[in-house]
């Protein structure tokens, strides 16, 4: 079975800094896809920024961008220029690809609480 | 607007005493699911559907029904809940044409059973 695995419950960071946020997964698939959620005080989940296995090339998203190491199974969110608004809780997201079972459910990390202080 | 909704946000009830959630999308999205989420857990998948009158079990199913008579509709079941449901629920969909379709949440449902 996949794992997510996300070591850092809580990181916090300036505004106007730079963060990283750490996932691992453990899969035997070669074919899935990774996902970034934001999850506010308001508790809705935000699709931050996903990247397909297949590709090489890291994903970004505006301030938003991604270490996507497929070899070490690591998938890490670099959030730039941190604004008050990203403090949330960031969860680490995989989904396997086509075939098999269990289409479309995703394998959620434990999360990570980020503070941004003024 | 494209959304998922859930029903109700808050729900406080006593052990053994049977309630639905209720989970609406209106984006004609074949796959539905819904997942619990709980601290230093992250979100877990308890039922999914891939269309009407086709469910299947997550992770987490005991305890836990759901029924898909229409394509909109995925209602979670809790026949006899028992204290260790008290959770955060989340429903979801997305399309099932392309694999890296984000899952639209709802805003979910905070579930207290005393």
């Known amino acids: 079975a996949q794992t997510v695995t996300q070591s850092q419950p809580e990181m916090s960071v300036q505004e106007a800094e730079t963060v990283t946020l750490s996932c691992t997964y453990d899969t ?48 890490s969110l670099k959030i730039s220029d941190s604004q008050l608004g990203d403090a949330a809780m960031y969860f680490c997201a995989y989904r396997k690809g086509a075939g098999g079972t269990s289409y479309g459910k995703l394998t959620f990390g434990q999360g990570t609480i980020l503070t941004v202080h003024p | 607007e ?16 049977k309630l639905t959630v209720t989970c609406s999308q209106n984006m004609n999205h074949e796959y ?9 857990l992250g979100l877990r998948q308890i039922y999914y559907s891939m269309n009407v009158e086709v469910t299947d079990k997550g992770d987490v199913p005991e305890g836990y029904k759901v029924s898909r008579k229409e394509k909109r509709n995925f209602p979670l079941i809790l026949e006899s809940p028992s204290p260790n449901q008290t959770s ?3 429903c979801a969909s997305s399309s099932v044409g392309s694999y890296n379709s984000p899952l639209h949440f709802g805003n979910g449902t905070r579930l207290t059973v005393t």
């Open chain 2, 88 to 90: 955060l629920y989340f």
């Open chain 1, 28 to 75: 035997s698939e070669s074919d899935y896809y990774l996902f970034w959620y934001k999850q506010p005080p308001s508790r809705q989940m935000i699709l931050v920024i996903r990247q397909e296995a297949y590709k090489q090339q890291n994903a970004t998203e505006n301030r938003f961008s991604v270490n996507f190491q497929k070899a070490a199974k690591s998938f």
């Open chain 2, 32 to 40: 539905m699911s819904w997942y619990r989420q709980d601290p230093g």
């Open chain 2, 2 to 17: 494209a959304q998922v909704t859930q029903n109700p946000r808050y729900l406080i009830t006593v052990t053994g005493k």
